[in-house]
């Protein structure tokens, strides 16, 4: 089991920067997928970025390339999101998530451990 804890969330202003952690626990993440997913009030919830074990390959939703950017730390079993020029529409509850597996993938049926989610409001 693979426990996900997720920190940095808060309100920030539009234009504004933030960086999620996603600390993990009871295994080693190394030859992990991670991903970020992220659910708007009254919306689905919605593929972010997810990044390999290695951390060579990344892929990003074309709706923050260029302004977000994943990272991890294998060492720390910790991965980052890195928030830049956030908008309004970047409102959402943040969620971190492992896959079993090395493959990059967007569905969330396809990750199998979840954090509870951290909160991050930007406003205009």
């Known amino acids: 089991q693979v426990q996900l804890v997720e920190s940095g969330g808060g309100l920030v202003q539009a234009g504004g920067s933030l960086r999620l952690s996603c600390a993990a626990s009871g295994r080693t993440i190394n030859n992990y997928a991670m991903g970020w997913f992220r659910q708007a009030p009254g919306k689905e919830r919605e593929f972010v970025v997810a990044i390999i074990w290695s951390g060579v390959t990344t892929y990003y939703a074309d709706s923050v390339k260029g302004r977000f950017t994943i990272s991890r730390d294998n060492a720390k079993n910790t991965v980052y999101l890195q928030m830049n020029s956030l908008k309004p529409e970047d409102t959402a509850v943040y969620y971190c998530?492992?896959?079993?597996?090395?493959?990059?993938?967007?569905?969330?049926?396809?990750?199998?451990?979840w954090g509870q989610g951290t909160q991050v409001t930007v406003s205009s």
């Open positions: 998530a492992a896959r079993s597996s090395s493959l990059l993938r967007q569905r969330e049926s396809d990750y199998d451990y």
